[in-house]
């Protein structure tokens, strides 16, 4: 069995499948582009992340395009420093669509990194001990698994208590929002160039990523050639006003 079979079955399994026929526009597709070099550029710049593996614009699963990362090692706790650079990187799609396109053009695409990022800055607080509250876990959830377990919780935090829950998860939230757009704004270029590459290869790996972030001219992906030769780049950008400068 060839390498590449392995890397296949594990995108699979770790990405979803693909889904080649699902129909996407070029504004679509150059929208894909931009939010994943969004995620995969921050996820790259912030400490204690894991690596980025690949990123693709070929629709797998439900989602319009994937960053995958892969940990170095086997990690069964996470420190403040490496959750709040989860939270940026879930943010960096989200923030590239708006940086690059306008407020007025961000799309739903971000939704379920929104989730996870809220569940996440939630959790910092209510349940890790990781937030200015301290080390207090707040709530209590009762895993019954009929009549459904909404329907077993006490609430156990006076109204004030949960205001303020409330204000520090927000807290945490727009701290990680402006931190991953300052990054991504003083890293325009390599966004637009991260972008250029999806558009052209639709699937980049990790020596393409290295040479965008190292600014050297980005070999093309190993087994490009199987597929035929590269997408051309459509031009002019055209989502949200002028062609972004690359």
């Known amino acids: 069995v060839r390498m590449e079979h392995f890397d296949k079955a594990r995108d699979k399994i770790m990405m979803g499948t693909e889904n080649r026929s699902m129909a996407m526009s070029e504004q679509e597709k150059t929208l894909t582009a931009y939010h994943e070099a969004g995620h995969a550029i ?17 629709p797998r699963g439900r989602a319009l395009g994937v960053t995958m990362y892969l940990p170095e090692g086997d990690k069964y706790s996470y420190n403040r420093t490496a959750i709040e650079s989860q939270l940026c990187s879930l ?9 690059v396109f306008g407020d007025d053009k961000v799309t739903t695409g971000a939704s379920n990194d929104i ?11 209510t349940k890790w ?7 207090i876990t707040y709530g209590e959830e009762e895993d019954e698994v009929f009549l459904g377990r909404s329907v077993t919780q006490h609430k156990n935090v006076s109204d004030e208590t949960a205001r303020r829950i409330d204000e520090v998860v927000r807290g945490i939230l727009d701290r990680a929002y402006e931190r991953t757009r300052a990054m991504l704004t003083e890293n325009l270029d390599k966004l637009h160039t991260m972008a250029k590459l999806l558009l052209q290869y639709e699937t980049i790996d990790a020596p393409q990523i290295e040479a965008v972030m190292t600014n050297r001219e980005p070999p093309p992906p190993g087994n490009w050639t199987k597929g035929g030769p590269a997408r051309e780049v459509p031009k ?10 690359t």
């Open 236 to 245: 002019p950008f055209t989502i949200g006003g002028p062609a972004p400068q």
């Open 42 to 58: 921050v996820g790259r710049l912030m400490p204690e992340h894991d690596p980025v593996y690949k990123v693709t614009i070929i």
């Open 115 to 125: 989730e996870r990022a809220t569940k996440m800055a939630r959790n910092m607080v």
């Open 91 to 99: 943010y960096g799609g989200r923030v590239a669509e708006e940086l």
């Open 129 to 135: 001990g990781l937030s200015e509250l301290g080390p």
